[in-house]
């Protein structure tokens, strides 16, 4: 296949090098991005594209989708196999579709879902007001205690028992540590609630046995393909042995739900993307991966508190942190702000009980999946810390971006293009 068509148009190609070379000078640290391998880029650049396969395998509205159906049969028996999971619909286009398709399958317009606050690190999608799940939905909320910065199952117990919600979602955008799968699985059994459980960020985690995996406790698990898994953007919904003896109809519910209730015609390029990212994530070498994101982003933490840096919770047991930088008199947007001058990309964040707006929050996320897969390790972890204090207490930009580009050079970006 020939990669030199797209130089011919020449506006998109210039913005498209500039991105290249922003990312081989900088440090991607934004917990929920990633850099995925030349295969995975590939496959999303098929002739797939083309195709429309309204429907699923051997169930198409269109002729002519005799091996788009061996591609997305493919993707689903490796998804099944690679989280251990009788059931998974790999057309969601991304998170979000998939969280609403677990809606559309388990509850009706005005029932009660129940989940985490998203002022605590919860999902706009878990019943936020502003979304579709908080405009449909009733929403109740628990969130984290206030002196530990944890979630805490008593309380969520109590708050499950007196909204008694038909959906719980467990998981979350900004929470630093471990979900605790059976403690919310038996609350959702006390209530008779469907259990979700959203690993969008951690999915490559539970792949590579550096996080408690949701399997045996949900009804229902989502997760996007990208993020630590390392795959292209996208969404995928799977169901539990669990959640069939809950519910023997739960697969079709779901199927029905993304289509012809949320989507039309699959995005068959993606989803083939999506097939290997999931061998990839088979191999040995993945789990070796996902362990190293988790052990430098706890050296990263580790480094940072050596340097005043206050963490929510205190540390961080999975690939991201969050920072509370009210002691550093600083807010978080010219923190994201001044850290990206300096070649260090990360987003402001509201911390638990935040006194400040959502436009300008008292905290910052980061994380270490991106510059993991770029093969960096403690040292490197050591090398950032020291950065991001000059830059956050000092404002001394210039030297960090310097010394930012040098570490970035040292560890080429996986593309091969």
């Given at each position: 296949?020939?990669?030199?068509?797209?130089?011919?148009?020449?506006?998109?190609?210039?913005?498209?090098?500039?991105?290249?070379?922003?990312?081989?000078?900088?440090?991607?640290?934004?917990?929920?991005?990633?850099?995925?391998?030349?295969?995975?880029?590939?496959?999303?650049?098929?002739?797939?594209?083309?195709?429309?396969?309204?429907?699923?395998?051997?169930?198409?509205?269109?002729?002519?989708?005799?091996?788009?159906?061996?591609?997305?049969?493919?993707?689903?028996?490796?998804?099944?196999?690679?989280?251990?999971?009788?059931?998974?619909?790999?057309?969601?286009?991304?998170g979000s579709p998939a969280n609403m398709a677990v809606y559309l399958a388990c509850m009706e317009p005005g029932d009660k879902v129940l989940g985490m606050n998203l002022k605590d690190g919860g999902h706009l999608t878990h019943g936020w007001k502003v979304s579709f799940s908080g405009i449909y939905y009733e929403s109740a909320f628990y969130g984290v205690n206030q002196e530990t910065e944890r979630i805490d199952l008593e309380?969520?117990?109590?708050?499950?028992?007196?909204?008694?919600?038909?959906?719980?979602?467990?998981?979350?955008s900004a929470y630093p540590r471990q979900f605790d799968w059976k403690g919310f699985s038996k609350i959702a059994d006390r209530v008779d609630a469907f259990l979700a459980a959203d690993i969008a960020h951690i999915a490559g985690l539970i792949v590579a046995e550096v996080h408690d995996s949701p399997v045996e406790y949900a009804d229902i698990i989502t997760t996007t393909t990208h993020k630590t898994l390392r795959g292209p953007?996208?969404?995928?919904?799977?169901?539990?042995?669990?959640?069939?003896?809950?519910?023997?109809?739960?697969?079709?519910?779901?199927?029905?739900?993304?289509?012809?209730?949320?989507?039309?015609?699959?995005?068959?390029?993606?989803?083939?993307?999506?097939?290997?990212?999931?061998?990839?994530?088979?191999?040995?070498?993945?789990?070796?991966?996902?362990?190293?994101?988790?052990?430098?982003?706890?050296?990263?933490?580790?480094?940072?508190?050596?340097?005043?840096?206050?963490?929510?919770?205190?540390?961080?047991?999975?690939?991201?942190?969050?920072?509370?930088?009210?002691?550093?008199?600083?807010?978080?947007?010219?923190?994201?702000?001044?850290?990206?001058?300096?070649?260090?990309?990360?987003?402001?964040?509201?911390?638990?009980?935040?006194?400040?707006?959502?436009?300008?929050?008292?905290?910052?996320?980061?994380?270490?999946?991106?510059?993991?897969?770029?093969?960096?390790?403690?040292?490197?972890?050591?090398?950032?810390?020291?950065?991001?204090?000059?830059?956050?207490?000092?404002?001394?930009?210039?030297?960090?971006?310097?010394?930012?580009?040098?570490?970035?050079?040292?560890?080429?970006?996986?593309?091969?293009?």
């Amino acid at each position: 296949m020939k990669r030199n068509n797209l130089k011919k148009d020449k506006e998109l190609f210039k913005s498209i090098k500039k991105e290249r070379k922003r990312r081989e000078e900088t440090l991607e640290m934004i917990p929920s991005e990633n850099h995925t391998s030349p295969a995975v880029l590939e496959a999303m650049s098929t002739i797939l594209t083309d195709k429309y396969a309204e429907g699923y395998p051997k169930k198409r509205y269109y002729g002519g989708n005799e091996y788009i159906d061996e591609v997305e049969l493919l993707a689903q028996k490796r998804a099944q196999k690679l989280f251990s999971v009788p059931f998974a619909n790999v057309q969601p286009y991304s998170g979000s579709p998939a969280n609403m398709a677990v809606y559309l399958a388990c509850m009706e317009p005005g029932d009660k879902v129940l989940g985490m606050n998203l002022k605590d690190g919860g999902h706009l999608t878990h019943g936020w007001k502003v979304s579709f799940s908080g405009i449909y939905y009733e929403s109740a909320f628990y969130g984290v205690n206030q002196e530990t910065e944890r979630i805490d199952l008593e309380e969520v117990e109590k708050i499950a028992q007196k909204e008694k919600p038909k959906l719980i979602w467990v998981g979350g955008s900004a929470y630093p540590r471990q979900f605790d799968w059976k403690g919310f699985s038996k609350i959702a059994d006390r209530v008779d609630a469907f259990l979700a459980a959203d690993i969008a960020h951690i999915a490559g985690l539970i792949v590579a046995e550096v996080h408690d995996s949701p399997v045996e406790y949900a009804d229902i698990i989502t997760t996007t393909t990208h993020k630590t898994l390392r795959g292209p953007r996208g969404g995928m919904v799977m169901v539990t042995d669990k959640g069939l003896r809950r519910d023997s109809d739960l697969q079709k519910k779901i199927n029905k739900a993304v289509f012809p209730g949320l989507q039309g015609g699959p995005h068959e390029h993606q989803i083939a993307a999506k097939a290997v990212c999931f061998k990839e994530a088979l191999e040995d070498d993945f789990k070796d991966y996902g362990k190293k994101v988790v052990k430098n982003n706890k050296k990263l933490a580790e480094e940072l508190k050596k340097r005043d840096f206050r963490l929510i919770t205190g540390g961080s047991d999975n690939h991201l942190s969050l920072i509370d930088l009210r002691n550093k008199k600083m807010g978080g947007k010219e923190a994201e702000s001044l850290l990206e001058k300096a070649g260090i990309t990360i987003n402001k964040n509201a911390i638990p009980n935040d006194p400040a707006p959502p436009a300008d929050p008292s905290g910052i996320r980061l994380g270490t999946p991106a510059i993991t897969t770029r093969g960096m390790k403690s040292k490197e972890m050591i090398e950032i810390a020291r950065v991001i204090d000059e830059v956050i207490t000092a404002k001394e930009v210039k030297k960090a971006r310097k010394d930012i580009e040098k570490i970035a050079r040292r560890f080429p970006l996986p593309y091969d293009f």
